[in-house]
């Protein structure tokens, strides 16, 4: 039961991030209307009306398949036309940006909205059509339905021009890097809520350790917490992830271990793996990780001969200062606890360090003969330099990178004057005497 129970919960997950899951609801929606409609002008909803608002009521049997025909071919070139910037949309955020905002772009609720009125809207007069002149009304025509499709069709066109307004703001560099900083933040607090600090439980400090062999290859994305706790108290075991969440599986490679040997252990692994989750895509509404990457691929893309926008990588660091300032408050260990409060499962965490060099590493590469680009990240580390304060044991990871930062720097920038305004900023950050060693400056500077 717990089995099914988990697929639910994942196929769930599945569609209300999938592009057609509001479409499918609205269109439903329009569909169970048009069959309200017809059954109230059974009743002479109608005839009632055309004796208080006769202008509301199309009594004219032509008249009536003229405007519905008219309605259903308009809101199709609506939808074709729509579907088709879309595609060019993504084509174009793909090929300016990081294909990683492509899924990002393609759930974006409004535009989904949208997509559902057209069609909920075709569908409502394909309904409505075929019952014009039918035999088993007792009045000629469904009126007051069909002036309904009329007000849906105006509705759509209004809809239309905010289509083309929210599409045209949601290939902006700007708007991409905000939807996605803020879900990365809404993940990190979560994460942040659930952190129970840096104590670790004495189980996971023992030596002997069963380790389990991959039944899937796949990237594991997410689980069914209270179903592996359930299944881990069951065999009373406890559970150690070798991998952090967002890891590519091999089938048969170890991806974790268990603190004692269970009767069955093929059985087991595959009653866990019922309840892990599956993704192609990255996404950061699943792990913050996704948001960081993400957001440093959309800045490196810019840094790129092609694109050629460093006012985009720019953006990206000032996003990045705030998300790596949030992510200082999340201790590096993640451990779930049943509820006893015993810890039953570790993740092997990404770090702060691993994080803050995977998306300096690229930025310090391809930015490094850009002396603003330099300057910006330098103030990025001044400004978790002003946060790291509750946090002694990250200012190491901050030096280094600094330190590598510079290094690259003093090679590949060869302007004396250009160094001189590098070395002033490296002058105020070892002025503010938080680190344990300075920084070095640039040679030749002025």
């Known amino acids: 039961m717990d089995k099914i129970f988990s697929r639910i919960k994942f196929i769930y997950q599945y569609i209300i991030s999938s592009l057609g899951f509001i479409p499918t609801v609205i269109s439903l929606a329009f569909f169970l209307l048009a069959i309200l409609m017809l059954y109230l002008e059974t009743t002479g909803l109608s005839v009632t009306l055309k004796e208080t608002l006769p202008f509301l009521i199309i009594s004219n049997g032509e008249t009536a398949r003229l405007i519905l ?164 108290m069951e065999f009373d075991v406890v559970l150690d992830f070798e991998y952090p969440l967002g890891s590519f599986l091999v089938e048969g490679i170890p991806f974790a271990r268990i603190n004692k040997r269970v009767e069955n252990m093929d059985e087991f692994t595959d009653r866990l793996f019922d309840h892990v989750n599956f993704f192609r895509e990255e996404r950061p509404g699943i792990n913050y990780i996704f948001g960081f990457k993400h957001i440093t691929e959309s800045a490196v893309k810019a840094l790129s001969p092609g694109i050629n926008d460093p006012g985009t990588a720019i953006k990206a660091i000032d996003y990045l200062t705030a998300l790596f300032a949030k992510r200082m408050q999340l201790t590096d260990e993640k451990i779930l606890y049943d509820d006893d409060g015993a810890g039953r499962v570790r993740f092997k965490h990404q770090t702060f360090k691993d994080i803050y060099a995977i998306c300096l590493t690229p930025l310090r590469l391809y930015g490094k003969q850009n002396s603003i680009l330099v300057l910006k990240m330098l103030l990025l580390l001044q400004s978790l330099l002003h946060k790291v304060k509750p946090y002694p044991h990250l200012l190491p990871v901050l030096h280094q990178e600094a330190v590598l930062l510079l290094h690259d720097a003093e090679e590949a920038i060869l302007n004396p004057g250009d160094k001189q305004k590098i070395n002033l900023l490296v002058n105020q950050i070892n002025k503010m005497d938080v680190m344990d060693k300075l920084l070095p400056t640039l040679k030749g500077a002025h």
């Not at 708007?175 to 659930?194: C, F, M």
Request: some cysteine.
């Open 69 to 232: 025909s008219t309605i259903a071919t308009g809101v199709i070139s609506l939808t074709v036309f729509s579907f088709t910037m879309v595609m060019l949309v993504l084509n174009q955020a793909g090929s300016n940006f990081s294909p990683r905002v492509i899924p990002g772009l393609i759930t974006y609720k409004a535009n989904q909205t949208v997509t559902g009125l057209y069609l909920g809207t075709l569908i409502y007069t394909l309904v409505v059509m075929v019952n014009v002149r039918s035999e088993f009304y007792s009045v000629d025509l469904p009126g007051f339905a069909i002036f309904l499709s009329m007000a849906f069709a105006i509705a759509c066109l209004g809809f239309f021009v905010y289509f083309i307004h929210s599409i045209s703001e949601s290939i902006q560099i700007e708007s991409i890097l905000e939807g996605i900083y803020n879900i990365t933040v809404s993940q990190l607090e979560e994460e942040i809520e659930r952190d129970k600090g840096t104590n670790m439980p004495n189980i996971f400090n023992q030596k002997d350790w069963l380790y389990l062999k991959s039944p899937k290859t796949g990237y594991v994305q997410s689980l069914d917490q209270v179903a592996v706790m359930k299944l881990l």
